[in-house]
Protein backbone atom coordinates (compact mmCIF):
# COMPACT_ATOMS: atom_id res chain seq x y z
CA UNK A 1 0.00 0.00 0.00
CA UNK A 2 1.40 3.22 -1.33
CA UNK A 3 2.17 5.41 2.06
CA UNK A 4 -0.10 8.86 2.25
CA UNK A 5 1.56 12.17 2.87
CA UNK A 6 -0.73 15.28 3.70
CA UNK A 7 0.97 18.20 2.51
CA UNK A 8 -0.81 22.18 3.80
CA UNK A 9 0.89 24.28 1.83
CA UNK A 10 -0.54 27.23 0.80
CA UNK A 11 1.58 28.08 -2.64
CA UNK A 12 0.43 26.06 -4.99
CA UNK A 13 4.35 26.08 -6.70
CA UNK A 14 5.74 24.34 -4.01
CA UNK A 15 2.79 21.92 -3.55
CA UNK A 16 2.79 20.90 -7.02
CA UNK A 17 6.93 20.34 -6.56
CA UNK A 18 6.40 18.32 -3.16
CA UNK A 19 3.56 16.31 -5.06
CA UNK A 20 5.77 15.13 -8.44
CA UNK A 21 8.80 14.36 -6.41
CA UNK A 22 6.60 12.12 -3.98
CA UNK A 23 5.01 10.57 -6.69
CA UNK A 24 8.13 9.30 -8.60
CA UNK A 25 8.63 7.47 -4.76
CA UNK A 26 5.35 5.84 -5.14
CA UNK A 27 3.68 7.98 -1.87
CA UNK A 28 0.23 9.09 -2.54
CA UNK A 29 -0.31 13.04 -2.04
CA UNK A 30 -2.93 14.72 -0.20
CA UNK A 31 -3.07 18.45 -0.44
CA UNK A 32 -4.40 21.47 1.40
CA UNK A 33 -4.07 25.10 0.78
CA UNK A 34 -5.35 26.33 4.15
CA UNK A 35 -4.80 25.34 7.96
CA UNK A 36 -7.89 24.71 8.48
CA UNK A 37 -8.76 21.98 5.05
CA UNK A 38 -5.44 20.21 6.21
CA UNK A 39 -7.07 19.58 9.64
CA UNK A 40 -10.36 18.45 8.07
CA UNK A 41 -8.12 16.05 5.45
CA UNK A 42 -6.24 14.75 8.36
CA UNK A 43 -9.55 13.72 10.20
CA UNK A 44 -11.13 12.04 7.34
CA UNK A 45 -8.21 10.13 6.29
CA UNK A 46 -5.14 7.79 7.20
CA UNK A 47 -2.14 9.64 6.91
CA UNK A 48 1.24 8.38 7.60
CA UNK A 49 3.21 11.74 7.20
CA UNK A 50 2.38 15.30 7.22
CA UNK A 51 4.49 18.68 5.81
CA UNK A 52 3.27 21.38 7.07
CA UNK A 53 3.79 25.05 6.59
CA UNK A 54 4.16 27.87 8.83
CA UNK A 55 2.47 30.18 7.29
CA UNK A 56 -1.00 29.51 6.31
CA UNK A 57 -4.67 31.17 5.82
CA UNK A 58 -7.15 30.62 8.14
CA UNK A 59 -5.64 28.39 10.76
CA UNK A 60 -1.50 28.97 11.02
CA UNK A 61 0.59 26.16 11.33
CA UNK A 62 1.76 26.26 14.48
CA UNK A 63 -1.92 25.83 15.72
CA UNK A 64 -2.36 23.05 13.08
CA UNK A 65 0.70 21.17 14.23
CA UNK A 66 -0.58 21.74 18.32
CA UNK A 67 -4.07 20.53 17.45
CA UNK A 68 -2.89 17.45 15.82
CA UNK A 69 -0.53 16.51 18.80
CA UNK A 70 -3.24 16.22 20.76
CA UNK A 71 -4.51 13.55 19.11
CA UNK A 72 -1.88 11.69 16.74
CA UNK A 73 1.96 11.11 16.79
CA UNK A 74 1.88 10.59 13.09
CA UNK A 75 5.66 12.41 11.96
CA UNK A 76 5.50 15.90 10.92
CA UNK A 77 7.84 18.35 8.79
CA UNK A 78 7.84 21.87 9.46
CA UNK A 79 8.32 23.67 6.26
CA UNK A 80 8.55 27.58 6.54
CA UNK A 81 11.20 30.38 4.65
CA UNK A 82 11.65 31.44 8.19
CA UNK A 83 15.28 30.06 9.78
CA UNK A 84 15.00 32.03 12.95
CA UNK A 85 16.56 29.51 16.41
CA UNK A 86 13.23 30.57 18.08
CA UNK A 87 11.12 29.31 15.67
CA UNK A 88 12.81 26.03 15.31
CA UNK A 89 13.26 25.21 18.97
CA UNK A 90 9.06 26.05 19.18
CA UNK A 91 8.44 23.63 16.65
CA UNK A 92 10.09 21.23 18.55
CA UNK A 93 8.58 22.17 21.51
CA UNK A 94 5.40 21.22 20.09
CA UNK A 95 7.02 17.94 18.93
CA UNK A 96 7.33 18.07 15.19
CA UNK A 97 9.79 15.94 14.08
CA UNK A 98 11.87 17.66 11.59
CA UNK A 99 11.70 21.56 10.79
CA UNK A 100 12.94 22.42 6.58
CA UNK A 101 13.45 26.28 5.68
CA UNK A 102 12.79 27.20 2.01
CA UNK A 103 14.04 26.68 -0.28
CA UNK A 104 14.91 23.12 -0.05
CA UNK A 105 16.34 20.05 -1.69
CA UNK A 106 12.81 18.29 -2.62
CA UNK A 107 14.75 14.96 -2.45
CA UNK A 108 16.33 15.36 0.52
CA UNK A 109 13.06 16.23 1.78
CA UNK A 110 11.79 12.55 0.21
CA UNK A 111 14.71 11.11 1.55
CA UNK A 112 13.37 12.63 5.44
CA UNK A 113 9.87 11.87 5.10
CA UNK A 114 11.33 7.98 4.39
CA UNK A 115 13.36 8.28 7.16
CA UNK A 116 10.43 9.30 9.72
CA UNK A 117 8.01 6.87 8.18
CA UNK A 118 10.43 4.33 8.97
CA UNK A 119 11.05 5.12 12.17
CA UNK A 120 7.69 5.53 13.11
CA UNK A 121 6.94 1.78 12.19
CA UNK A 122 9.98 0.71 14.20
CA UNK A 123 11.96 0.08 11.22
CA UNK A 124 15.20 2.14 11.44
CA UNK A 125 18.14 0.93 13.51
CA UNK A 126 19.56 3.98 15.12
CA UNK A 127 22.91 3.33 15.57
CA UNK A 128 22.76 3.42 11.64
CA UNK A 129 21.68 7.01 11.68
CA UNK A 130 24.91 7.96 13.87
CA UNK A 131 28.12 9.38 12.50
CA UNK A 132 31.06 9.47 14.61
CA UNK A 133 34.41 11.21 13.79
CA UNK A 134 37.14 12.98 15.46
CA UNK A 135 34.70 13.88 18.75
CA UNK A 136 32.36 15.17 16.35
CA UNK A 137 29.15 13.24 17.01
CA UNK A 138 25.77 13.47 14.29
CA UNK A 139 22.82 11.86 15.02
CA UNK A 140 20.12 12.32 12.35
CA UNK A 141 17.20 10.74 13.47
CA UNK A 142 17.43 12.74 16.31
CA UNK A 143 19.29 15.52 14.71
CA UNK A 144 21.39 16.68 17.13
CA UNK A 145 25.13 17.69 17.33
CA UNK A 146 27.65 16.77 20.03
CA UNK A 147 31.29 18.09 20.25
CA UNK A 148 33.00 16.42 22.87
CA UNK A 149 30.07 15.21 24.53
CA UNK A 150 28.84 18.39 24.82
CA UNK A 151 25.90 18.77 22.97
CA UNK A 152 25.38 22.10 20.62
CA UNK A 153 22.36 23.96 18.82
CA UNK A 154 22.74 24.57 15.02
CA UNK A 155 20.64 25.80 12.44
CA UNK A 156 19.24 23.00 10.21
CA UNK A 157 20.87 24.25 7.40
CA UNK A 158 24.17 24.18 9.24
CA UNK A 159 23.25 20.53 10.23
CA UNK A 160 22.54 19.06 6.85
CA UNK A 161 26.44 20.57 5.46
CA UNK A 162 27.67 19.35 8.49
CA UNK A 163 26.41 15.57 7.30
CA UNK A 164 27.04 16.14 4.32
CA UNK A 165 30.39 17.11 4.50
CA UNK A 166 31.14 14.42 6.93
CA UNK A 167 29.45 12.10 4.85
CA UNK A 168 31.85 12.82 1.97
CA UNK A 169 34.90 12.56 4.29
CA UNK A 170 38.13 13.42 2.24
CA UNK A 171 36.43 14.66 -0.76
CA UNK A 172 36.12 18.13 -2.13
CA UNK A 173 33.18 19.56 -2.64
CA UNK A 174 32.70 22.86 -4.66
CA UNK A 175 30.55 25.70 -3.02
CA UNK A 176 27.94 24.43 -6.28
CA UNK A 177 27.84 20.89 -4.72
CA UNK A 178 27.03 21.65 -1.74
CA UNK A 179 24.54 24.76 -2.76
CA UNK A 180 22.28 22.34 -5.13
CA UNK A 181 22.60 19.45 -2.55
CA UNK A 182 21.45 21.46 0.56
CA UNK A 183 19.72 24.53 -1.34
CA UNK A 184 18.25 22.25 -4.15
CA UNK A 185 18.48 23.28 -7.70
CA UNK A 186 15.74 26.08 -7.14
CA UNK A 187 17.92 28.25 -4.73
CA UNK A 188 18.67 31.18 -7.31
CA UNK A 189 20.51 33.41 -4.20
CA UNK A 190 24.23 34.10 -3.61
CA UNK A 191 26.18 31.42 -3.55
CA UNK A 192 28.08 33.08 -0.67
CA UNK A 193 25.61 32.21 1.70
CA UNK A 194 27.60 28.67 1.75
CA UNK A 195 30.82 30.52 2.79
CA UNK A 196 28.76 32.00 5.57
CA UNK A 197 26.81 28.99 6.89
CA UNK A 198 30.62 27.14 6.57
CA UNK A 199 31.92 29.92 8.94
CA UNK A 200 29.21 29.61 11.75
CA UNK A 201 29.48 25.80 11.49
CA UNK A 202 33.14 26.38 12.47
CA UNK A 203 32.32 28.55 15.05
CA UNK A 204 30.05 25.76 16.55
CA UNK A 205 33.09 23.16 16.43
CA UNK A 206 35.30 25.36 18.41
CA UNK A 207 38.32 23.14 18.93
CA UNK A 208 37.36 20.82 16.15
CA UNK A 209 37.07 23.60 13.42
CA UNK A 210 40.18 22.54 11.45
CA UNK A 211 38.13 19.10 9.98
CA UNK A 212 36.19 21.37 8.04
CA UNK A 213 39.24 22.44 5.31
CA UNK A 214 39.23 25.10 2.72
CA UNK A 215 40.21 23.98 -0.70
CA UNK A 216 40.57 27.15 -2.82
CA UNK A 217 39.10 28.33 -5.54
CA UNK A 218 37.16 25.30 -5.30
CA UNK A 219 35.14 24.57 -2.35
CA UNK A 220 35.51 22.38 1.13
CA UNK A 221 36.13 19.05 2.72
CA UNK A 222 35.90 17.13 5.95
CA UNK A 223 39.12 15.87 6.46
CA UNK A 224 40.70 14.32 10.46
CA UNK A 225 44.08 14.10 11.25
Known sequence: MHKRVLVIEDQDKIRRI?????????FKVLEAGDGKEGLRIFEAEDI??????????????????????????????ILTARSDDDDMLLGFDLKADEYVTKPFNPQVLVARAKML???ANG?????????YKE??????????LKVDEDIIKITPKEFDILVYLMEN???????????RSIWGYDYFGDIRVVDNHIKKLRKHLKDR???ICTVFGVGYKFEVN
Open 18 to 26: IRDYFNKEE
Open 48 to 77: DLIILDIMLPELDGWSVCKRIRKISDVPII
Open 117 to 119: IDR
Open 123 to 131: TVIEDKSTI
Open 135 to 144: GISINKLSRE
Open 169 to 179: EGRVLSRETIL
Open 209 to 211: AYV
